[in-house]
């Protein structure tokens, strides 16, 4: 992806274009940084993973680990593959918690049926709709990807896909593949109306149809249009060194307010909220 957040114009295989200087930006550029940490943040919001327990999930097209970071911040763990040795590189430099795989989406998820509780992907299908090589087919690609991924998710599990399609047609074609191999789901697009911050995620669903949610930026009602405002200006709690206070005060609270406008039940905020227990004997 470009230091914009915006799809690369480039042709050619992936493993190409996310070379160690293409990889290196993942380490230094904070533009990019917080992109791919905000879409990854969306992208799990959108899973709708029960509160009650940590989840095991799939990052596919994981990268530099970016996006897995904020899955083992959320307290689930993951599995990440990614066909970039540079990328996984830096995963592994990184020190991130899941465990990395070095391999192609387009020959499937080589995964046990059911591994899996969910699976997020950032700007990496889009991908599957070029033909690299001689013997690649993409629609054959795709159909191999979705079937093997419905296959290695658990029953009631969702994928979203955040994805950047170059025009109607890849977005027909990888839709077409997704529903072929028996997802149900459809696209949720946040800020539809924002050239800049539109965003597509491609919300998939195993087993029964769920309500599809609503993109980001998409009423107009009073309290919608704040929701989307408040999501868009989120806070980022940072120390001096831009490093994240996790579980100070400010967190926690943003955090409740988060999960509040997800629909779930929340406590009400004390004077308590985010106060350090002290250990019980
Ligand atoms: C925008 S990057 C994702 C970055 C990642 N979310 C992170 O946190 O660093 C897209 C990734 O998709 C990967 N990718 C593209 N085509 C792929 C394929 N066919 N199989 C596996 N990974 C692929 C690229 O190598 C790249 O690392």
Known sequence: MAASGKRP?????????????EARKYTHNSRMIEIQSQMSERAVELLGLPEDRPCFLLDVGCGSGLSGDYISEEGHYWVGMDISPAMLDVAIEREVEGDLMLTDMGQGIPFRPGAFDGCISISAVQWLCNADKKTHRPPKRLYRFFSTLYTALARGARAVLQLYPENSQQLELITTQAMKAGFTGGMVVDYPNSAKAKKFFLCLFVGPTAVLPKGLGTECSDEETAQAKFIRERIRFKNAKG??????????????????????????????TGRKRRPHF
């Open 9 to 21: 114009e480039h042709r050619g295989p992936p493993e190409l274009f996310y070379d160690e200087t």
């Open 243 to 272: 490093q994240s206070v996790k579980k100070s005060r400010d967190w926690v609270l943003e955090k409740k307010e988060r999960r509040r406008r997800q629909g779930k039940e929340v406590r009400a905020d004390t004077r308590y």
